[in-house]
C-alpha cells in the first residue's frame, strides 16, 4: 500500500519517531537533567540540534520530569525570557500539582511576579517587577533571580523528579544579556545542584570559545558535546526504507547515495533533497511503478536550488565583491587550502583579504569550519548555497 504523504521533513523541529539515531546524544541530554548537571551541545546549524532537545525533552516528560525549553532567539529582551521561565515553570508545575499560583510564586518573589490569565485558552503570563536598585545590570539580575528561583522550585520537588532547563540557541542569551552575562549566569548556576541545564548552540566557533577558552567565564562549566553528522549507513537505511514504503523503485544504493552527498550530509538538505524526489516520483505516471535513479536525484537537486535561486540571490548581493570572489574559490577548491598565498593569488586578492572575507562569511553564517584530520576545511552551511554558485555564477 502506498504511503499518501510525503514522509521526508525539513524545517522545524522532529518528533522522538522521525528521528534517525541521535541516541547517545539524546541519552546524553537525559542523563544531564536528570543528575542535575550542565552541558552545553554544540553543531553546526540544521544538524539536529532542535530536535535532539525536544525528543529529550518528551522522553524526559514522560517520566514525570518538569523541563523547560526555550529558544533564546526568539526573545527581544531578556526580561521576556525570564518572564517566560516562571510562566512556563508555572504552567508545568500545575500540571503536576495541584499547587496554587501564589505558592510558585513564592520560588520567584525576588521577581515580584504578577500572574494573569487571559484569552479564551486561559494562558498563563508573567510580568516581573522593576528592581530600580539593580541599576543598569537589571535584566541580567532578573535572569540569575529566576534560575535560583526554579534551584527552589526544584528542591520542593520529590527526588524522583527531575527538572531542567534547556536554552536552545544559547548564543543570543549572552548577546542579549551583554558582557557580564556569561560571569553572572556562571556564578548562579555553579551552585545550583538540583536543576539539570543544556545549553545549545549553532555558532560553532562563538561557542566552543565560550566554553574551551579560560579567559571566559564558562570555560569547563559542564561538558561539552560536539554533534557531528549522523551516520551515514544510518540515514540511508532510513531514506531507502521510506521510499520503498512509499512503492518507489530503487535499484541500487547509488541514487540515495547521491542524495547524501550532494546535500553533504547536512540533515535539513537531505530531507529537502528526498522530500522533493519524493514528490518528482509521486507525480509520475502511475502505469509503472515510479523508479529512483541518480539522474532523476540531479534533476531535482538543479530544480531545487532553482526554486530557491530569490533568496540566494539576495545572500550573494549583500556580500562585497571581495566576499563573493572569495566564496567562489571555496567552491572551486571544495573548501580546502583557503589561506594559502595560491590562493588569494589565483582570486587577485591578498591573504589577509581573503582572511577577512572568510571571517565575515562565517560570521553571517554562509561558511563554517569543518576541522577533520588536522586540517580545517571551509564549507557552507547551506550546500545548496555553494550549488548556486556553482551553476549561476561559477559557470559550471
Ligand atoms: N536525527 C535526524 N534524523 C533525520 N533528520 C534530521 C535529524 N536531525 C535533523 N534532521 C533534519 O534537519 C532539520 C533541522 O533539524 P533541527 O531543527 O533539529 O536542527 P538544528 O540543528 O536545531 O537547526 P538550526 O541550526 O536551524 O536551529 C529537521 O527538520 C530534519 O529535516
Ligand atoms: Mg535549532
Known sequence: METQHNPFRFGGDLGAAEIVDRVEETAQVESTIRNGEKLFLIGPRRFGKTSILRAAQENLEASGAIVL????????????????????????LKGKVEIGIDQIGKFFSRLKPEFKLSGVEQELSVSIGIDTAAGSNRPVKALTDALDGLEKLALAQPNSRPVGLIVDEFQALVHL???????????????HRRVGYVFAGSQTRLMTDMTMNHDRPLY??????????????????????????????????????????????????????????????????RSKPAKLTANLVEAVLRRTVDGLDPLFTQTWNRLTAVQQKT??????????????????????????????ALRGLHDQSILRDDPAGGTVRMRFDDPFFAEWIRITVAGY
Open 220 to 285: 569547563r562549566l559542564g561538558s561539552n558535546r560536539f554533534i557531528g553528522p549522523l551516520p551515514a549507513a544510518d540515514f540511508e537505511a532510513h531514506l531507502l526504507r521510506q521510499f520503498k514504503r512509499s512503492g518507489f523503485v530503487v535499484p541500487n544504493e547509488e541514487p540515495i547515495q547521491l542524495i547524501l552527498s550532494l546535500a553533504e550530509h547536512v540533515p535539513y538538505n537531505v530531507q529537502m533533497l528526498a522530500h522533493n524526489c519524493w514528490e518528482q516520483l509521486r507525480g509520475q505516471s
Open 327 to 356: 566564496l567562489i574559490a571555496v567552491v572551486r577548491q571544495g573548501g580546502v587550502g583557503m589561506s594559502s598565498a595560491e590562493t588569494a593569488r589565483s582570486i587577485r586578492l591578498s591573504v589577509s583579504s581573503v582572511q577577512s
Open 69 to 92: 525549553r526555550l529558544n533564546a532567539e526568539a526573545y527581544p529582551s531578556v526580561e521576556m525570557l525570564v518572564e517566560k521561565i516562571v510562566s512556563s515553570a508555572a504552567v508545568r
Open 177 to 191: 544579556g551583554g558582557e557580564n552575562a556569561e560571569a553572572q549566569i556562571r556564578s548562579v548556576i555553579q551552585e
